[in-house]
Each structure stands twice: as structure tokens, then as C-alpha cells.
């Protein structure tokens, strides 16, 4: 059993939810690109310990390790761990130092041992303010002073954008599922439709901001990973055109932190120091 993981958290990526793939196909590939885009501007070149925290089947561990760094992955799901250990070991020479199953809130690493933490997925799972302080205290204690955390969330208006979008809208269930989502963010999913994601919580950019910082941490910036971008009917022949792709990363870039946009992105990525 996965650490104190909810059983339809843990049913919808072993059974619904395609992770393994999900980076490389349609909006997630915007995703995966601006995510990758946005670490390696704070990033050193200088090999460091990551811990990759609920680091999934491992797409972002093995980049991570393909640059030279030392990297941990650490998931509560048993099939993504098997993944990330068969990723890892198909690039043998940029291996993972290693690919456990392991808890955000309770990380079985020593202080001040890693120089950057990735919580990329954690935030939105743990539905309770409280479990996610832990967490980030978490990342806090193992990180050496000046480190670097990377933590995104689900943004409160994802679900609304994305029913509008594609047409979920029209299910009284779904709209009930949003009404929820933007009275406090709490998004469960009582249908057996699994398109309507598991359960999460989803952030305002002013949350996520106030959690990190309260934990100890002097957040330098806030992004908006995929802006409009990922509002795109057609985003297949956007991203498949070169000079097409090269205008909206163009505009992405230049929204990607204005505030009163944040909340448009399906995912917001803040970046922060350990103070």
C-alpha cells in the first residue's frame, strides 16, 4: 500500500490516468516544454542533488539526470516507481541514484543534504492545508541553505477553463465538480468518469505564495506554465509548426508572470529559496 495515499488517488494512476504518457501527448507536451524551460533558467550547470518529491514515472528525474545531476526520485505510487526505475536504466550512463516509493511529508533523506527540490506534483494531492505545510517543511529541512524548490499546483480555474473548453460543461455533474472547485478549491469527482480527474486541490497564485513562504522559504517568482496556451482548440497544429510554436512560446514568455494572469495557466510554478 502507498504511504497514507487515498484509494482513488492511487485508482486513478494505476488504472485511469495514463502518466507514463501523458507528458508527450497534446497539452502536455506545452507542459513538460515550459516546465523544463523554466527550471533550467535557475538551474546550475554545476552537478547537484535533486529530489525529484512524487517525481511520477520519472520524465523529469531522468532530464535531470541525462544534465549531469544526482538524482532521487520519490513517489507514492508503486507502478510510477517501477517506470522511473525502467527509464532510468534505459539511459544506464545518466542513471537515477535512485527511484524509491516514499511519502512528501516524511522524506527519508538527512538536513541540508540536496540542493534543489522538485515538488511537482504533491501540492495538489494533499487536499489539506496542514499536509501540505508538512511537505514543504519537508523540502525545507533536506534542502542546504540557498537551495531551490520548484513547486507547481493546479490552478483554482483549471477545471472551469477545461469544461468550457471541452464542452464538459454541458454534464450537471461536471458543472456541480466546478462550482465546488471555485468556492474552495477542493475538487473531488463523484462520477465514474475518470476525464474528470481524482482528487486535488486546486490553488489561487496568492495560496501557493503565502503556503511557501510560511514554511520558510523567499518565493522569487511565480509563472504561468501554459498561460492560454493550453486553452487552444486546435494546439496540435500550433505545436507541430515550427514558427507557429515559436509565436505562442514567444507570448508565454512574456505572460508568464503577469499577475493577473497566473490564474489562467492550467498549472502555476513557483520557484523559491531556502531562507
Known amino acids: ?3 497514507q495515499l487515498p484509494r482513488e488517488i492511487l485508482r486513478h494512476y494505476d488504472e485511469v490516468a495514463q502518466e507514463q504518457s501523458r507528458l508527450g501527448a497534446h497539452g502536455g507536451q506545452l507542459e513538460f516544454y515550459r516546465t523544463q524551460e523554466i527550471i533550467s533558467r535557475h538551474l546550475s550547470k554545476k552537478p547537484t542533488v535533486v ?31 517501477e517506470q522511473a526505475r525502467a527509464a532510468s536504466r534505459s539511459q544506464p550512463r545518466k542513471a537515477l541514484a535512485s527511484a524509491t516509493i516514499g511519502d512528501a511529508r516524511n522524506l527519508n533523506f538527512s538536513d541540508n543534504s540536496a540542493g534543489v527540490v522538485l515538488l511537482l506534483g504533491p501540492l495538489y494531492h494533499l487536499v489539506k492545508r496542514s499536509d501540505r505545510a508538512k511537505s514543504l517543511s519537508e523540502a525545507r529541512r533536506v534542502l542546504k541553505p540557498g537551495g531551490l524548490l520548484f513547486a507547481a499546483v493546479i490552478s483554482r480555474f483549471a477545471s472551469a477553463h477545461d469544461g468550457l473548453l471541452r464542452g464538459f460543461i454541458k454534464d450537471a455533474k461536471f458543472f456541480r465538480i466546478v462550482q465546488k472547485d471555485l468556492k474552495n478549491g477542493q475538487h473531488r469527482n463523484p462520477t465514474s468518469n475518470p476525464r474528470y480527474f481524482t482528487t486535488a486541490f486546486f490553488h489561487r497564485p496568492n495560496e501557493l505564495t ?14 504561468g506554465i501554459e498561460g492560454p496556451g493550453c486553452l487552444l482548440p486546435d494546439f496540435e497544429k500550433y505545436w507541430t509548426d515550427p514558427k507557429l510554436r515559436s509565436r505562442l512560446l514567444a507570448i ?5 508572470t503577469e499577475a493577473t494572469l497566473l490564474g489562467q495557466s492550467a498549472h502555476i510554478l513557483a520557484v523559491a529559496r531556502k531562507r
Not at 52 to 81: Q, S, T
Not at 210 to 223: D, P, T
Open 51 to 81: 529530489l525529484d518529491v512524487g517525481g511520477g514515472p520519472g520524465r523529469y528525474a531522468c532530464w535531470l539526470a541525462k544534465l549531469g545531476h544526482f538524482v532521487h526520485l520519490i513517489d507514492p505510487v508503486p507502478l510510477h516507481v
Open 1 to 3: 500500500m502507498s504511504p
Open 210 to 223: 503565502s503556503e511557501i513562504q510560511n514554511a520558510g522559504f523567499k518565493v522569487l517568482q511565480l509563472y
Open 252 to 256: 508565454l514568455r512574456v505572460l508568464e
